[in-house]
């Protein structure tokens, strides 16, 4: 539908696009404004669209009543671990199902692919059971171990798959004449193919990691092993009641660096995720 | 992990000679041993992670387990019985079937509304592309505390409101309105996801269908139905399996914007899972539910799969 449009219909469609993108852009706007204001400005009526009171109070007290830098690191390098062990672990087996011809392999695709249908929160009480055998409660491995070999990981080699099998497979034929092994046709041929579906399996595994909730709530006790998601909601005052500008501070912290990284690169993220990520 | 084992296997492989010494090792075993470890770690992480924990999942349920009292006794369908017996059960799964059909019916319809939107010639739609898109990577309880925050009752969108004269209620104090509350809330942050994908196919629909039509005097909405949504209809349908699975398996919303409250009106079955077994230490039933849920999933995306064959007008 990509047709002229007389002036009058483009000014009705900025008009409904620029009403529509209200709650999409206010609450970040919200966030950081209200993160900048004392307590007593917070609820003022009328509120507020700028500060009237500007103030970075908010900001030191995230870091006082958290060991909110500990908890930060945290949640990135759990994230960076998780995405690289992910891509590894998908690109060598997406290749395999897609390129490789071995016994077994549709019953061990099936196998893999059963993942897709359980969802984690189905597997939560025996995944905590297991880790509670080996001692590994109150620690980083199953946020680790679990995304880069269960469940979560297998969307990843799905889209993998679908993505060598849609690969012209004459260079890493070339190579393999040439005498190339298969391990070496991967890594040198195949692999830097593929570059824009490990660039949407990366943001996507990245993401899923950042903004897992239920998990580090089931497996983790001690603040200081806390990731951000779990830290944000731990900022309540002794009756339980949320310091909001203070949670807000935190929740500016944590969304604002990714969607500046976003921005930057919005046009190979959002291009990234509809032609390679989920077609298939 | 096995990582090393990999490398060694597949890139062991010397320059393949015409004829080895021993004729069983062949070019075609070593290739089929390649595969096998490529796929070791994600196989193993599978079968320990995935299908191991269900197997378990099926022998807790039919166990009375009490953490604290440190007791773990069969006692066969009394899970069961008592999930049927749950008081709780029938409000559980209306939360859990309102969330998924008041998410998936506003999250589809709003999604496509902003890709035919975004798919005029008009510019700036990159700009709105990137603004719809951007909740998408925003950290999800962050997204949360925020909405949280603009829906006290003296929040910013009863403040919005109040500007253009609307009383609003208090949000996530009103059943009804905790519950469109929530889903709304997280439509906002996901929609952009199957907007772009709904662009994409858009945008892989010949022009000619619609220069076709224009001839023949169609108008836009007939376009929309006749042409664009019969030829998007696989990536509907792939969009609307990944929403439902997704409605399913909502928690920190959840968690962070009600607790399942007021009353049980927005309890649904992941929440209620998680009360059970990591509140009240119920690991046993909290296996049930865990059952439950899986053939909940199981059974709708069965469904959709043969919805496939009926609904799909293209396969691509």
Redesign the interface.
């Known amino acids: 539908?990509?047709?002229?449009?007389s002036p009058r219909t483009?000014l009705v469609?900025?008009g409904?696009?620029l009403v529509?993108?209200i709650?999409?852009?206010?609450?970040?706007w919200?966030?950081v404004t209200?993160s900048l204001k004392p307590v007593a400005d917070i609820?003022a009526?009328?509120?507020q669209l700028l500060p009237v009171h500007p103030q970075l109070d908010a900001y030191q007290r995230v870091f006082e009543l958290q060991p909110f830098g500990r908890q930060y690191l945290n949640s990135l390098y759990i994230a960076l671990v998780v995405t690289v062990g992910t891509l590894?672990?998908?690109a060598?087996?997406g290749?395999?199902?897609a390129r490789?011809?071995?016994?077994g392999?549709n019953v061990?695709f099936l196998?893999?692919l059963?993942?897709l249908?359980?969802?984690s929160?189905?597997?939560?009480?025996?995944?905590?059971?297991?880790f509670f055998k080996l001692g590994l409660i109150d620690t980083h491995w199953p946020l680790i171990?679990?995304p880069?070999?269960?469940?979560p990981?297998?969307l990843a080699?799905f889209i993998m798959r679908q993505f060598f099998i849609s690969l012209p497979g004459e260079l890493e034929e070339a190579a393999r004449v040439d005498?190339?092994?298969?391990?070496?046709t991967?890594?040198k041929v195949a692999l830097p193919l593929s570059r824009p579906a490990l660039g949407a399996v990366g943001i996507f595994t990245f993401?899923h990691s950042?903004?897992l909730?239920?998990e580090p709530?089931?497996f983790l006790s001690t603040p200081e092993k806390f990731t951000?998601?779990?830290a944000?909601?731990q900022f309540v005052d002794a009756y339980g009641g949320?310091m909001?500008n203070v949670?807000?501070a935190a929740?500016?912290l944590?969304?604002l660096p990714?969607?500046v990284?976003?921005?930057i690169a919005?046009?190979q993220?959002?291009?990234g995720?509809?032609?390679t990520?989920?077609?298939g | 992990m096995s990582?090393t084992d990999?490398?060694v296997?597949?890139?062991?492989?010397?320059?393949?000679p015409g004829h080895t010494s021993r004729p069983w090792w062949t070019s075609r075993r070593?290739?089929?041993l390649?595969?096998?470890l490529?796929?070791a770690?994600?196989?193993?992480?599978?079968?320990?992670?995935?299908?191991?924990?269900?197997v378990?999942?099926v022998w807790?349920s039919l166990h009375e387990w009490n953490v604290l009292a440190g007791t773990f006794d069969f006692v066969g369908a009394d899970n069961y019985t008592a999930l049927a017996d749950d008081p709780n059960l029938g409000p559980v799964l209306r939360a859990t079937g309102l969330f998924s059909v008041g998410l998936v019916v506003f999250n589809l319809a709003l999604a496509l509304l902003?890709a035919?939107?975004l798919?005029?010639?008009?510019r700036g739609t990159?700009v709105?592309?990137?603004?719809?898109?951007?909740?998408?990577?925003?950290?999800?309880?962050?997204?949360t505390?925020?909405?949280?925050?603009?829906l006290?009752d003296?929040?910013?969108v009863n403040?919005?409101l109040?500007?253009i004269g609307v009383d609003g209620p208090n949000w996530l104090r009103g059943e009804g309105s905790a519950m469109l509350s929530v889903i709304?809330v997280q439509v906002?942050k996901n929609v952009?996801?199957n907007m772009?994908?709904f662009?994409?196919a858009?945008q892989g629909v010949p022009?000619e269908l619609?220069e076709a039509a224009?001839v023949d005097g169609a108008s836009?909405m007939r376009?929309?139905w006749r042409i664009?949504v019969p030829l998007i209809s696989p990536t509907i349908l792939?969009t609307s399996i990944?929403t439902v699975?997704g409605s399913?398996?909502v928690?920190?919303q959840i968690?962070?914007l009600t607790q399942g409250g007021p009353g049980t009106s927005t309890t649904v079955l992941?929440y209620y899972?998680?009360q059970q077994?990591?509140q009240f230490h119920h690991?046993g039933y909290?296996?049930t539910l865990?059952?439950l849920?899986?053939g909940i999933?199981?059974a709708l995306?069965v469904l959709q799969w043969q919805m496939r064959k009926r609904w799909v007008f293209h396969e691509?």
């Open positions: 539908m990509s047709r002229d449009l483009k469609l900025y409904v696009l529509l993108a709650p999409f852009v206010f609450p970040t919200w966030m209200s609820f009526f009328p509120p590894a672990v998908s060598l087996s290749y395999a199902f490789i011809r071995f016994r392999q061990l196998v893999v059963a993942g249908l359980i969802p929160e189905v597997t939560i009480v025996p995944l905590f059971q297991m171990l679990v880069i070999l269960g469940a990981s297998v080699t005498g190339l092994g298969r391990f070496a991967f890594w993401l950042w903004n909730y239920l709530i089931v951000l998601p779990q944000l909601t949320p909001w949670q807000l929740a500016s944590t969304a990714v969607l990284v976003f921005v919005q046009k993220f959002v291009e995720l509809a032609h990520g989920l077609k | 990582q990999i490398r296997g597949g890139a062991q492989a010397p320059p393949t070593r290739d089929q390649a595969g096998y490529f796929i770690p994600q196989l193993l992480g599978s079968l320990l992670f995935v299908l191991l924990p269900l378990l999942v807790y902003l035919v939107l798919n005029q010639k008009l990159t709105f592309r990137t603004i719809f898109f951007s909740p998408v990577v925003v950290s999800l309880v962050a997204w505390i925020v909405w949280g925050f603009l006290q003296n929040g910013g403040g919005l109040d500007t709304v906002f952009g996801l772009v994908l662009l994409a858009m022009a619609y224009e836009r376009q929309f664009t792939l990944i699975v399913l398996q928690f920190a968690a962070v992941v899972l998680y077994a990591f690991f909290g296996a865990s059952i849920l899986f999933v199981l995306t691509s």
